[in-house]
């Protein structure tokens, strides 16, 4: 019975060690490609979160952005229009505001297009004035170019001498001048009436070479609580390809915006509320803008930190605002009016009026420009456009959008309002929208890289214990032999010595008997101790037996041996 259950103990004790060494392989191996996939599994999850559909997460901040947004709006002063025929004197431009108004976007008339991953939608803003986050009053009053006239008489500059003769005298019958003054609510939002719009719109001799698309004249009419204004947007959602999400597809209906030649006319880049993910440093990345019916390039310029969150900077540089002066590839921007580097010709996408795009102060442009008028002062700091992007997400933590709006007045033959006066790019207003993450979605961003950097750690863990189980039975197995092999060693070296004891002390025993026989060999029968007692106690020597003396000889050999153990 002993023998049947030990073998049956190591019978189990085997398999047990097997059971471990193949757990300990599984997990091993579940360490190595959890370690290899796991960012690919995270990407995945993450893509598949930020699809966009009405079931994802991103969809509600991307119908309604949950961040505050805020409009604001700087207006120039001209004081000295009556100067302005003088060409020895440059306009004065005074700076006011700014004007700040609360936005509240959203998104109406949502359209779902599976068929190519694609949704259809159009924007709507509600803006309302914040007098405390503004200086200066809506009443205020402002002298800024007379934008109306200017647009008619540069119209009229393609056509032929009749029709530009009727523009001539319909601007001299209403009196109108180079300036105008206008308070800054009707300047923006509210708009005012003008007798040559009245007069457009009434007249169809002009035809079809006259297009009035308001009554009213503002650099904001009609933006208000309108989504007819910015158009149709149509914007992949990403569930074919993440990297396409919020791209641009078409732009009311079409991927052409037949404003610029070529592939300047391109609809493409970002409707403005994603980015690219997986961001490298270097490179570019694109924002369409329906009011430039274009796309804008911002090149990556470095990485900074937002929020505790790293991020890429990309800014609107000198390529951003080329006539193909710097960068020929940008040559079909130019519209018909070829300039200097510096601002954008949008024209052809403002029905015609010599509307021209810059940023504020003509930061990034040509000397040229900020020189042709007095007041300008171009800083980085305060009239830079970028977007600082979370590259892993391409979520927007930071964004300061600046653009400013110049009009050219140049000499018009036959319109007698704009003969002898300066050719000059005169600006009107200039805008800013800066956007900044909360620190709430920080923090769940901020998230991401701590899951993944947990799932590394995971599949590390998995991986060495795993190692530490597979090796634990041949380790085991190499301790316990060697261990043997101690023992064995061990129990051999004091057998050894046991046999060198037992030995030694033979001997030792058999020379003491040696020593003794010779000692009393030596000394005769007449030296024994006993003798000499017995013959102290009797006079008389009585000759000794031979049984006697060998009891004599056995007693002394007893006796030196007993005095050597002692010793």
């Not at 393609?158 to 001048?177: A, E, I, P, T």
């Not at 457009?200 to 609580?225: C, E, L, S």
């Not at 391109?266 to 509320?273: F, H, I, K, V, Y």
């Amino acid at each position: 019975m002993p023998t049947q259950n030990t073998a049956m103990w190591g019978q189990q004790k085997s398999h047990r060690k097997l059971i471990i060494g193949i757990f300990g392989f599984c997990l091993g191996l579940f360490g190595i490609l959890c370690g290899m996939f796991w960012e690919d599994l995270f990407n995945c999850i993450m893509h598949k979160e930020m699809t966009l559909s009405p079931n994802t997460r991103v969809y509600e901040n991307w119908k309604t952005p949950p961040l505050e947004l805020n409009l604001d709006i700087y207006l120039y002063n001209w004081t000295n229009p009556e100067d302005f025929g003088n060409l020895s004197t440059k306009p004065i431009l005074e700076q006011v505001g700014p004007y700040r108004f609360s936005e509240k976007p959203d998104k109406v008339d949502i359209n779902w297009h599976p068929d190519n991953s694609s949704v259809s939608y159009r924007k709507r803003s509600f803006y309302y004035f914040d007098a405390e986050g503004s200086n200066g009053s809506l009443d205020d009053e402002i002298i800024t170019l007379n934008a109306v006239a200017l647009s008619a008489a540069a119209t009229a500059k393609r056509w032929n001498s009749v029709k530009r003769g009727m523009v001539d005298v319909g601007l001299k019958l209403y009196d109108q001048q180079m300036s105008v003054r206008k308070s800054v609510d009707e300047l923006l939002f509210t708009g005012y009436n003008d007798i040559m719009i009245d007069m457009a719109i009434a007249m169809p001799v002009f035809g079809d070479d006259v297009k009035v698309p308001f009554d009213k004249f503002g650099w904001f009419y009609t933006r208000n609580g309108s989504a007819d204004l910015t158009g149709t947007f149509n914007v992949f959602t990403g569930a074919d390809d993440i990297d396409k999400l919020g791209q641009m597809h078409t732009w009311n209906f079409n991927e052409h915006t037949g404003f610029f030649d070529s592939y300047c006319g391109m609809t493409n880049g970002s409707a403005g509320e994603f980015q690219p993910s997986q961001l490298q440093p270097g490179g570019s990345v694109g924002l369409f803008t329906p009011d430039m019916c274009r796309t804008i390039p911002l090149d990556y310029t470095e990485t900074m930190e937002i929020e505790g969150l790293k991020g890429f900077k990309y800014a609107g540089g000198p390529r951003s605002v080329d006539n193909g002066t710097l960068y020929p590839e940008n040559l079909c921007f130019c519209g018909g009016e070829c300039v200097p580097s510096g601002v954008m010709n949008i024209s052809s996408c403002r029905f015609g009026s010599p509307v021209f795009m810059s940023y504020p102060h003509f930061y990034n442009g040509d000397q040229f420009y900020v020189d042709q008028v007095e007041g300008l002062d171009p800083t980085k700091e305060n009239h830079e456009f970028y977007m600082v992007l979370e590259p892993r997400t391409g979520i927007a933590l930071e964004v300061a959008a600046r653009f400013q709006v110049n009009m050219l007045v140049e000499p018009i033959e036959g319109i007698a309002l704009y003969t002898d006066i300066p050719r000059i790019f005169f600006p009107l207003i200039w805008f800013e929208q800066k956007v900044r993450i909360t620190p709430e979605l920080a923090d769940q961003l901020k998230v991401l890289p701590i899951v993944l950097l947990a799932g590394q750690i995971f599949a590390g863990t998995c991986l060495a214990v795993g190692l530490l189980l597979l090796c634990w039975t041949p380790v085991a197995e190499l301790l316990n032999w060697c261990q043997r092999r101690s023992d064995r060693y061990d129990l051999k070296t004091q057998h050894k010595g046991n046999g060198q004891e037992y030995k030694s002390r033979s001997s030792s025993a058999d020379d003491l008997k040696s020593k003794a026989s010779t000692l009393v060999c030596e000394q005769g029968p007449d030296s024994s101790p006993l003798l000499e007692d017995r013959r102290k106690e009797k006079p008389s020597i009585q000759p000794m037996s031979k049984s006697q003396t060998g009891e004599s000889v056995a007693t002394a050999s007893t006796g030196i041996s007993d005095e050597s153990k002692q010793n």
